[in-house]
């Protein structure tokens, strides 16, 4: 509703008694609307997985739309991530051997490691791992 010298006039009478108690403000509209469902997915995109799990857990039973649609993102942010480390792991079990020892030792020269770098280098382990394993039981 507009605020108006109609709706003042009206209003004025019943503000006079509690104008000791409730002090007389404005509140900006903007204040009001929320944020685009849209805006609230970037940033949850933003937080560290372990922040996601557990906005997700919160968010479980919960039945109105915002909520489910939230769940739901972070799920899908999820499954694209499983999806690209298959999709890194195929690449590494497509690599020849040789390169494979070579990116593990040259990380491993690395003295501070990325977390990224940290992560390639375990997954270059596992693959030399398996590798070796299917070596051994051929």
Known sequence: ME???EVKRVTDPIYQKVSRTIPEIEVNPKILIPKPIEEEIKEIEKLPDDDKKKLARSLKGMKDAVSMKKLKAISDMFKNKENGIAED???LMSMEYEE???IYNDIMQIEEKKDEEQKLMMDV???LKRR???NDNK
Do not use: D, M, Q
Request: hydrophobic share 25%; proline share 0%; net charge positive.
């Open 125 to 127: 382990y596992h693959e």
């Open 132 to 134: 070796e394993k299917e």
């Open 89 to 91: 792991n195929k690449k």
């Open 100 to 102: 494979l020892i070579k």
């Open 3 to 5: 605020f108006n010298a």
